[in-house]
């Protein structure tokens, strides 16, 4: 019913009804019913590298006009879902599929498919295929195989916070063990 939504990220993001929402240059991208696979390419001209590295077309290219920048969308026929009884492995197998696509375009590692550029903002170029996948139908392009061991915390799902909480923790449940105080152990984190 309501979406996070901002014409720019500098004033903050605010949650409003779908349909004022859709009214604003960027919206979230549902968390918990993953429809798309969303790549962020930062390079000019990028509306076709699709296709120069022989892989399918996105469904939606969301093309900024001011510097050519684009938002792939890859619209999937079975939503993959994030919530608390949902299955894990069809979650791995979309995140290996988004690592893979990403790695593939020269997509930006660090973005998370949290904000999308509005295709239906007339600040953006929009370019539509009559396509929709199954995650399956991505292995005929990539070795999704390779991209399963190279998921690491570069770019959690949950953003950039979760990144920095889930590289520390691992970090510090190694790290704890070696100080017999806690003063000595909180020094170096302060580091």
Same mark, same amino acid.
Do not use: M
């Given at each position: 019913?309501k979406v996070r939504?901002?014409?720019d990220f500098?004033?903050?993001?605010?949650?409003?009804?779908?349909?004022?929402?859709?009214?604003?240059?960027?919206v979230e991208a549902?968390?918990f019913?993953?429809k798309?696979?969303?790549?962020?390419?930062d390079e000019?001209?990028?509306?076709?590298?699709?296709?120069e590295?022989?892989?399918?077309?996105?469904?939606i290219?969301v093309?900024?006009p001011?510097?050519?920048?684009?938002?792939?969308?890859y619209?999937?026929?079975v939503p993959?879902y994030?919530?608390? !009884?949902?299955?894990?492995?069809p979650?791995?197998?979309?995140?290996?599929? *988004?690592?893979?696509?990403?790695?593939?375009?020269?997509?930006d590692?660090?973005?998370?498919?949290?904000?999308?550029?509005?295709?239906?903002?007339?600040?953006?170029?929009v370019?539509?295929? !009559?396509?929709t996948y199954?995650?399956?139908?991505?292995?005929?392009?990539?070795?999704?195989?390779?991209?399963?061991?190279k998921q690491?915390l570069?770019?959690?799902?949950?953003?950039? !916070?979760?990144t920095?909480?889930?590289?520390l923790r691992?970090?510090?449940?190694?790290?704890?063990?070696q100080?017999t105080?806690?003063?000595?152990?909180?020094?170096l984190? *302060?580091?």
């Amino acid at each position: 019913e309501k979406v996070r939504s901002t014409d720019d990220f500098e004033y903050g993001t605010r949650f409003r009804k779908k349909e004022n929402a859709l009214k604003f240059r960027y919206v979230e991208a549902n968390q918990f019913y993953k429809k798309h696979i969303i790549l962020d390419i930062d390079e000019p001209g990028s509306a076709f590298w699709w296709e120069e590295k022989n892989l399918p077309p996105p469904s939606i290219v969301v093309i900024n006009p001011e510097n050519a920048h684009c938002h792939y969308l890859y619209e999937l026929n079975v939503p993959v879902y994030y919530t608390e !009884n949902a299955k894990r492995a069809p979650q791995k197998f979309y995140e290996n599929t *988004d690592i893979a696509l990403t790695n593939a375009l020269g997509a930006d590692l660090d973005y998370v498919g949290k904000f999308v550029k509005n295709p239906l903002h007339p600040s953006w170029l929009v370019i539509k295929h !009559n396509a929709t996948y199954d995650l399956e139908d991505f292995g005929e392009y990539l070795d999704l195989q390779a991209h399963k061991k190279k998921q690491k915390l570069e770019a959690s799902l949950g953003g950039r !916070n979760s990144t920095l909480f889930d590289t520390l923790r691992l970090w510090a449940y190694q790290e704890v063990k070696q100080h017999t105080f806690y003063v000595s152990f909180q020094d170096l984190v *302060d580091r």
